[in-house]
């Protein structure tokens, strides 16, 4: 099955700074790759998904990269926020259905104001 | 709030009772499922309805683990005789489209 790896676990930035969070996946056939936000106490949110035809994704201040060849995506969070304090978690699927998602361990981001 | 909810938030119990869990998803999605967590952990996924049918268990629900999806609308899970491996966070998620998922806050269940 598919297996997600997501680096780093823990991340501490100054507000304002940039926030680079990376995942590999195993699977070549993974299409489809969202990334959710987790706040304490509180479900995971999907805040941004791309799919294998693109590259790139780009949501205000939030971009996702996908590079299939290397079988990596990255979440790029700019001009971080203290609001943007959360775990974030990426998730990779070959098969249509959240049954089929299969999540990396999670990122604790910290913005320090 | 219209998002997904489940009841309750919270849940302590002692070794070897039964909980139950309820998750009412979003209204016009037909698809529910049941993750867990626990710390530090991405959510794993239970169990996946289409409306009413169960259509998929994963190899974590064990035979001590049953949801039921009755009309189609809320769901339950139901742990029988819990052990204190089963302390974890229980998610509900659910969605009209084929990808991605709508969560709930989850239930956080703590076994004693």
């Known amino acids: 099955g598919e297996n997600v790896e997501q680096h780093p676990s823990t991340l501490s930035v100054q507000e304002g700074d940039s926030a680079v969070i990376k995942c590999t996946y195993s699977?070549?056939?993974?299409?489809?790759f969202p990334w959710y936000k987790q706040e304490l106490g509180k479900g995971p949110q999907l805040i941004i998904d791309i799919r294998s035809n693109v590259g790139e994704k780009k949501d205000q201040r939030i971009a996702v990269t996908l590079n299939k060849t290397a079988k990596h995506f990255s979440l790029h969070i700019t001009e971080t926020q203290p609001e943007d304090s959360a775990v974030y978690f990426c998730a990779a699927s070959a098969i249509s259905g959240a049954n089929n998602l299969f999540f990396g361990t999670g990122t604790r981001l910290t913005v320090i104001p | 709030d219209t998002g997904v909810s489940q009841d309750p938030r919270h849940k302590i119990t002692k070794r070897g009772q039964n909980v139950t869990f309820r998750c009412d998803p979003i209204s016009e999605h037909n698809r529910l499922y049941w993750y867990r967590q626990t710390l530090g952990q991405g959510p794993e996924f239970l169990t996946y309805?289409?409306?009413?049918?169960?259509?998929?268990k994963s190899r974590l629900l064990s035979d001590r683990f049953s949801a039921e999806r009755p009309k189609g609308s809320f769901s339950t899970l139901e742990i029988q005789r819990t052990e204190q491996g089963d302390s974890a966070m229980y998610l509900c998620?659910?969605?009209?489209?084929?990808?991605?998922?709508?969560f709930g806050q989850g239930t956080r269940l703590t076994v004693v």
């Open positions: 309805f289409q409306n009413e049918a169960q259509l998929e």
């Open positions: 998620a659910s969605t009209r489209d084929a990808w991605g998922a709508f």
């Open positions: 699977d070549s056939a993974s299409n489809y």
